[in-house]
């Protein structure tokens, strides 16, 4: 059974930087294809990709976040890592992680965890 | 980046009718692409992947059809449960998503 489940502050201020985790269980990132990504769903908006990273430590940002974003992972205590770095109000939204296959789409996805952006 | 676009933003349907929702490509992703459905303060659930193949454990009543920049979902005989916003998504090059298609009751 795969399950994922999305760890990190609620509330972050202006310019500070967010760090998120993914712990997950059923499967293994040292598996051959396997993925992990971050999507996250301002209030009341569209679901929007952030990044992928792959048991061969291959990893996708998305093209207009890239330069905010950092994603790594831990293996052996089967975590993945999201860093995004200058928090606005507008970041407010409800992280997910999901599980990938590459070439994919998410098929597990964690409950989410809302971060608030505010001063 | 691949843009995906929805129609209509809501769509209201009654109970036991059929709704027909559509998803647009930029540009062609052949049949990678996804359907997933969304109930308020939940997670996306996958239904349909490669365009037409229907998740485990989706009932029988979703289809998906379409290929290129051309993309169906067909929920029949709708049921009280169905009444969720829906959302594609490809997968061919860098994910994107398309900003959904709210089904409400009529």
């Known amino acids: 059974q795969i399950t994922l489940k999305e760890s990190g502050p609620t509330l972050v201020k202006p310019t500070q930087t967010l760090t998120l985790t993914c712990t997950f269980s059923?499967?293994?990132?040292?598996?051959?294809?396997?993925?992990v990504g971050w999507i996250r769903q301002p209030p009341g908006k569209a679901l929007e990709w952030l990044a992928l990273?792959?048991?061969?430590?291959?990893?996708r940002y998305s093209p207009s976040l890239k330069s905010r974003l950092t994603i790594t992972k831990d293996t052996s205590k089967n975590q993945v890592v999201l860093t995004m770095t200058n928090m606005d109000p507008v970041d407010t939204a409800t992280y997910y992680c999901?599980?990938?296959?590459?070439?994919?789409?998410?098929?597990?996805w964690g409950q989410g965890t809302l971060v608030t952006v505010s001063s | 980046e691949i843009v995906m676009t929805q129609s209509p933003a809501t769509l209201s349907v009654s109970p036991g009718d059929t709704a027909t929702l559509s998803c647009r490509a930029s540009?062609?992703?052949?049949?990678?692409l996804a359907w997933y459905q969304q109930k308020p303060g939940q997670a996306p659930r996958l239904l349909i992947y490669?365009?037409?193949t229907r998740a485990t454990g989706v009932p029988a009543r979703f289809s998906g059809s379409g290929s290129g920049t051309e993309f169906t979902l067909t929920i029949n005989s709708l049921q009280s449960e169905d009444f969720a916003v829906y959302c594609c998504?490809?997968?061919?090059?860098?994910?994107?998503f398309g900003g959904g298609t709210k089904v409400e009751i009529k």
């Open positions: 540009q062609s992703v052949n049949s990678k």
């Open positions: 999901a599980h990938e296959s590459r070439n994919s789409p998410f098929d597990y």
């Open positions: 059923g499967f293994s990132l040292s598996t051959s294809g396997v993925g």
């Open positions: 998504q490809q997968y061919s090059i860098r994910p994107t």
């Open positions: 490669d365009a037409s």
């Open positions: 990273i792959y048991w061969d430590d291959d990893k």
